[in-house]
């Protein structure tokens, strides 16, 4: 059997995880690019250019998480040099090939619009969602620990959404011993929350939940903590947004009010890169093998 060309370009301490378990599958020949502040044979892989890789040998292209900017710039925590893909890279690709990447950026939607490659970001997927809302959850339990005034336990713990990685929070954060709400935008998920042991409640009544909140945490990614909801928390509350940017909350009226306010961005990488990137590899070495 012919090995399938992987070339992984850029990436943070995740990737180093996701090579070293991608590595172990001996049908897989790797190229990595960007990687030359790391000794030459820490990883046990050739580092190269990215003009010395021929596209069109490529069967799997690995992204970094934040995909690629704007002029085509593609970011490495190994490497002092710029990366820049040329404008015809994708075109040069085959067809066949495998594209990942963490997040659809405009350069990569304006590249592959008219490819007939397979392009998968991997952070849209709700199994990777899944996997990562452990170590999400346990970051933010890091992060409420070095922040807060009061103990997890007994804490009033208010928790908005009850999607893939609010329902891990909730779960972990109950099982400390606080006292946990969630908020939520549809019936169905108040009862959930009900079944789950969780008080659940419409988001429309938030201020009378904040007016004795502890500790909030935000999974939503559209605003759900403007200045209204903002004015009715403690002075001493802590707020974690785990959402994306733009996040949900109010942050300059956040500061304005002096609550302590942290946008909780990337968790995973930070609390658990080992782990994240097992993830990633794992997801991904099923995708290639799904798509022979």
């Known amino acids: 059997m012919l090995k399938k060309q992987l070339a992984i370009i850029g990436g943070d301490a995740r990737y ?7 590595i172990s599958n001996t049908n897989y020949q790797i190229q990595l690019i960007g990687y030359d502040l790391l000794d030459q044979g820490f990883l046990g892989v050739k580092y190269t250019d990215l003009d010395e890789v021929s596209p069109e040998t490529l069967d799997v292209v690995i992204l970094p ?3 690629v900017e704007s002029n085509g710039q593609v970011k490495s925590t190994f490497s002092n040099r710029s ?20 997040i659809t950026t405009p350069y990569l939607s304006e590249k592959l619009a008219n490819q007939k490659l397979t392009f998968i970001p991997l952070m849209e997927r709700d199994d990777v969602a899944i996997y990562n809302s452990v170590p999400t959850a346990e970051g933010a339990i890091l992060l409420a620990l070095q922040h807060m005034k009061t103990t997890l336990h007994d804490a009033n713990v208010v928790v908005l959404g009850l ?21 939520v935008r549809k019936t ?6 009900h079944t789950l042991g969780y008080n659940g ?7 009378s939940y904040t007016k004795k909140c502890h500790l909030l945490i935000n999974t939503i990614p559209v605003m759900v903590l403007d200045k209204e909801q ?24 956040a500061k304005k009010r ?35």
């Open 163 to 183: 999607g893939r990685v609010g329902l891990t929070v909730a779960d972990k954060f109950t099982k400390l011993g606080a006292h946990v709400s969630t908020g």
């Open 201 to 207: 409640f419409h988001l429309s009544e938030l201020t």
């Open 230 to 253: 903002l004015n009715t928390l403690q002075s001493d509350a802590l707020i974690i947004d785990l959402a994306s940017k733009p996040g949900g909350v109010n942050f300059a009226h």
């Open 188 to 193: 169905r998920d108040i009862a959930k929350a």
């Open 65 to 67: 998480i934040t995909g």
């Open 258 to 292: 002096g609550l302590n306010t942290i946008h909780a961005l990337g968790l995973p990488a930070k609390v658990a890169p080992k782990t994240a990137g097992e993830i990633l590899a794992n997801v991904i070495d099923q995708l290639i093998i799904d798509h022979q």
């Open 83 to 102: 990366l820049f893909l040329p404008d015809d890279w994708f075109e040069r690709i085959k067809s066949k090939a495998l594209i990942f990447s963490g």
């Open 16 to 22: 180093l995880e996701l090579i070293k378990k991608l």
